[in-house]
Nanobody, 121 residues
Framework: QVQLVESGGDLVQAGGSLRLSCAAS????????MTWYRQSPEKQRDVVAT???????SYADSVKGRFTISRGNAKNTVYLQMNSLKPEDTAVYYC???????????????WGQGTQVTVSS
C-alpha cells in the first residue's frame, strides 16, 4: 500500500499564503496522478487540484488563478501553493494518488490525516 502524509496547514489571515506538502511512501509504486482535496465541516470532500505524471494540471473553478499544484523532484511529493486565501478556503486539506503497485492499478490510496487550513477574515 501507499501511505500519505500532509503538512503545512496553519491559521492565516485573508489575503495570505500557505504552501501545503504531501509525501507518498510505500514499496515499489509508480504514481500516475496526484490530487489535492478539501473538506469543510458538514460538506463533502471536493477536488481542489490535480497533477498528472506528465505535468498536466487542473483546478477547481473556485481556486483557479490563486492555487498552484506542483510535484517535487522526487516525484512522490506534491505541493499546493495557495495565495490570496479567502475565509471560504478554510477546510481540512487531503492529498491522494492514483498509482500502480505490484502490477495492479489503484484509484486511491488510504487517506492520510489531512492538514487544517484556517483563513480568518
Amino acid at each position: 500500500q501507499v501511505q500519505l502524509v500532509e503538512s503545512g496547514g496553519d491559521l492565516v489571515q485573508a489575503g495570505g499564503s500557505l504552501r501545503l506538502s504531501c509525501a507518498a511512501s510505500g514499496n515499489m509504486f509508480t504514481i500516475n496522478k496526484m490530487t489535492w482535496y478539501r473538506q469543510s465541516p458538514e460538506k463533502q470532500r471536493d477536488v481542489v487540484a490535480t497533477i498528472t505524471s506528465g505535468g498536466s494540471t487542473s483546478y477547481a473553478d473556485s481556486v483557479k488563478g490563486r492555487f498552484t499544484i506542483s510535484r517535487g523532484n522526487a516525484k512522490n511529493t506534491v505541493y499546493l501553493q495557495m495565495n490570496s486565501l479567502k475565509p471560504e478556503d478554510t477546510a481540512v486539506y487531503y492529498c491522494n494518488v492514483e498509482f500502480f503497485q505490484g502490477g495492479y492499478y489503484h484509484a486511491f490510496a488510504s487517506w492520510g490525516q489531512g492538514t487544517q487550513v484556517t483563513v480568518s477574515s
